[in-house]
């Protein structure tokens, strides 16, 4: 199984912003067991899969890939 960047990154941002993987996923509008199957190197991240998941995290997209820009990491 192949864990994308991506996957990597929800999770922590799940898990910083104390969230509920369910309730994302359902944000997002996914199923749970879809949105695991994401997460977890199962089923493909598309483009449009990014956008709806970092809307749901109410996040930029470019945060899922790690691209943030300087002034958001505080610097």
């Known amino acids: 199984m192949v864990h994308s960047i991506v996957a990597q ?4 941002i799940i898990k910083e912003k104390c969230l509920k993987q369910g ?3 359902e944000r997002a509008g996914y199923n749970g067991k879809t949105f695991s199957n994401m997460l977890n190197g199962r089923k493909i991240i598309t483009d449009e899969d990014v956008l709806k998941i970092a809307t749901a995290l109410g996040e930029e997209p470019n945060k899922l890939f790690g691209l943030e820009r ?6």
Do not use: S, T
């Open 23 to 25: 309730a994302i996923a």
């Open 70 to 75: 300087p002034e958001e990491k505080g610097a």
């Open 9 to 12: 990154n929800v999770k922590k």
